[in-house]
């Protein structure tokens, strides 16, 4: 509203500046002709005297306007504040409502709008204390909802005394969520739908009865369609593109995937086992990028075993099913192509760096020794990477440091990131994760990375690798560098070390043979048996000293069993090797009859570890990743290696509670 005394100054200032130009002119017309002195004064007077009287009307004029229009302005005001078109309420911090519309009554006659208002002022309040400094203008939003409806709250407040006075403002956003909703609803999911064991089921199915098997397939993905009204396009003869609406997606979540066992369910000839790999993808800008993004989670399932659902949303990846045992892949194109083009890779690199996984175990070891000897028979500078304490590798690293050879090749961190250059060769064994490496900080100070692993995929994996050999059907990663060694151009002299070592890789991954070994495990052991291998020796490194066993003996003890079928245990004491610990306690549950899961926790510094076991229908990466999603929570989480047809190894790390 316009001040008075304002305007009034600014017409005076404005008149005042008019007679100083005025007396200035009549001073120069005197200067020029004394004679004009006398009427010049005269006439001045004149004007003074107008312009006093005349100032002092239009200010009385201006005045009476003014006060006119302040008092319509204000009535208007409180008409508008009085009847406005959405609830509005003034009330002090302390609960005391000042003032309220009439809309706000209205709107809120029938519900106990109090016990509402209480606790949105309480917020308010704190939030006003917290970050009073921060918030623009002294105003608040706030979106509550009231008996179904939406309420963006719009607060202004001022201080009086020791409470705050808000004005809150109710606007209805209902109609905008729903749309919203609506909107978010009707966003098309893209998904890929691959038969996994294809070929397989190709080769073993008599021609006349292909088309048959092949249409009864096809049908069931159509008739799935049709529950989410979804589209299925088959892309290729064992890939098929899926279009759904969002809205359908958390009922086919809730529904756990039902096609996945549907699928396996079909009666097909020759008894075959059918199953699928599923990704569904919500995330991209445009529906291309979210068919890349599914095709992507596709990798991903194939990378689990196969047989599971991943859904890619919110920047996140979650898994359905996955309880089907892997199939073994019988040819070894892959394994001689990976051969031959890894001996490239390190033939064009400066140097080779290989690391294992966080607390390294003699899998991750042999392998890396398998790669420095394919190397170094290379003339290609090698390194191996071990900067993990503990007793895990303790007897195995005591027969390694006798070897000259070794004493320079094992280095720790610091060496490595000394060595490493952007021409280095980096290759990761027995992980694929990219916080689970020994030593993160290598895969940023190089791009060509290449990753040798066989555990179950999981969403936190090295990205951008420019050679991944990853078979999740292979029992260890020891396995797949015996393949690699096999296969190469030039022929590999192992050490009598190094095949023992590739050995006992193997041997700790399928527990002396027993579980996820397939022809190929046998292959491969056979090599390595040419090799002369001292099988007694290979054995003590894997005893444990009469106090761990003792440990392991007492935490077997104290087990509970759960369900009949599942063994859990805690190990109390804080020990710097109670992840080693709680793994052969685990593996020792296991040998109890009809425990089919272990779990054993215990302490390890300032985090908990989780050590899990299967070798039933029990899924325990399944278990342990859903304890991963609590980082928000908890500091540190890790999931890790899980073999669906014998035994499961999962880790989590998280922080006493």
């Known amino acids: 509203m316009p001040n008075n005394k304002k305007v009034w100054e600014r017409i005076a200032s404005r008149t005042k500046i008019y007679l100083i130009i005025i007396a200035l002119l009549l001073i120069i017309i005197c200067m020029l002709n004394i004679n004009f002195t006398m009427p010049a004064v005269l006439v001045y007077m004149v004007i003074l005297i107008y312009a006093y009287f005349s100032n002092k009307r239009r200010k009385a004029e201006l005045s009476e306007h003014l006060q006119d229009l302040t008092f319509h302005v204000d009535k208007t005001a409180k008409n508008i504040l009085i009847n406005s078109p959405f609830p509005l309420v003034i009330i002090e911090t302390d609960g005391n409502i000042i003032w309220k519309s009439t809309k706000f009554v209205q709107e809120f006659a029938n519900i106990d709008i109090n016990n509402i208002l209480n606790d949105l002022i309480k917020e308010i309040k704190l939030e006003i204390e917290n970050n009073e400094e921060n918030i623009q203008e002294k105003q608040i939003q706030k979106e509550i909802e009231i008996e179904n409806k939406i309420y963006e709250i719009l607060c202004k407040y001022t201080k009086s005394k020791e409470e705050y006075m808000l004005t809150l403002y109710f606007l209805n956003e209902t109609k905008r969520v729903e749309f919203e909703k609506k909107y978010n609803e009707s966003q098309i999911c893209v998904g890929v739908i691959m038969i996994d064991n294809y070929e397989e089921m190709n080769q073993r199915i008599q021609a006349e009865e292909k088309p048959e098997v092949l249409a009864k397939i096809e049908k069931t993905l159509y008739d799935w369609a049709t529950t989410f009204e979804g589209l299925i396009i088959k892309s290729e003869r064992d890939t098929f593109i899926c279009i759904l609406e969002k809205k359908y997606l958390p009922t086919l979540e809730d529904n756990k995937f ?163 250059t952007p021409e280095t060769l980096l290759i990761v064994t027995d992980t694929h994760k990219k916080n689970y490496v020994d030593v993160p900080e290598l895969l940023e100070e190089t791009t060509k990375i290449v990753v040798i692993d066989h555990h179950r995929k999981s969403p936190d994996y090295i990205e951008n690798t420019i050679l991944d050999f990853h078979e999740v059907y292979a029992s260890s990663a020891s396995e797949l560098v015996t393949e690699i060694i096999e296969y190469a151009q030039k022929e590999i002299e192992l050490t009598t070390l190094e095949a023992e070592a590739l050995y006992a890789g193997i041997m700790m991954d399928t527990k002396n043979f027993t579980f996820k070994t397939g022809v190929r495990t046998f292959e491969a052991a056979a090599y390595l048996r040419k090799r002369g291998i001292d099988i007694i020796k290979v054995k003590k490194w894997f005893q444990s000293d009469l106090k761990t066993y003792n440990k392991i003996s007492k935490i077997v003890q104290n087990a509970e069993i759960i369900n009949d079928t599942i063994g859990i245990s805690i190990y109390e004491e804080n020990d710097k090797d109670s992840n080693i610990v709680c793994a052969k306690a685990a593996d020792e549950l296991l040998t109890i009859s009809d425990i089919t899961a272990s779990f054993v926790l215990g302490k390890l510094g300032d985090k908990i570890c989780i050590s899990g076991r299967s070798i039933g229908d029990i899924n325990v990466q399944v278990i342990l990743e859903k304890l991963r999603r609590w980082r928000s929570y908890y500091s540190c989480g890790r999931a890790s290696r899980w073999n669906d047809n014998g035994r499961s190894k999962a880790r989590i790390n998280k922080p006493n509670k």
Do not use: C, W
Not at 298 to 304: C, E, Q
Not at 347 to 354: L, P
């Open 258 to 420: 039902v096609i996945l066992d549907t699928i396996k369910e079909l009666e097909l000839s020759d008894k075959i086992p059918v199953t699928l790999s599923i990704s569904i993808s919500t995330e991209g800008e445009s529906n291309y990028e979210k068919y890349k993004s599914a095709q992507a989670g596709v990798d991903i399932a194939l990378g689990r075993g196969g047989d599971q659902a991943v859904v890619r949303k919110d920047g996140k990846y979650s898994f359905f099913g996955g309880k089907t045992q892997e199939v073994e892949k019988r040819t070894k194109v892959k394994a001689r192509i990976v051969s031959h083009a890894l001996e490239e890779l390190m033939k064009e690199s400066k140097n080779v760096m290989i690391m294992g996984h966080a607390n390294g175990d003699i899998d991750s070891m042999g392998a890396s020794m398998g790669l420095y000897r394919l190397a170094t028979s290379l003339n290609v500078e090698s390194y191996i990477i071990n900067n993990s304490e503990g007793s895990s590798l303790e007897s195995f690293i005591k027969d390694v440091e006798e070897e000259k050879e070794y004493k320079e090749a094992i280095i720790n961190k610091t060496e490595a990131l000394s060595k490493v």
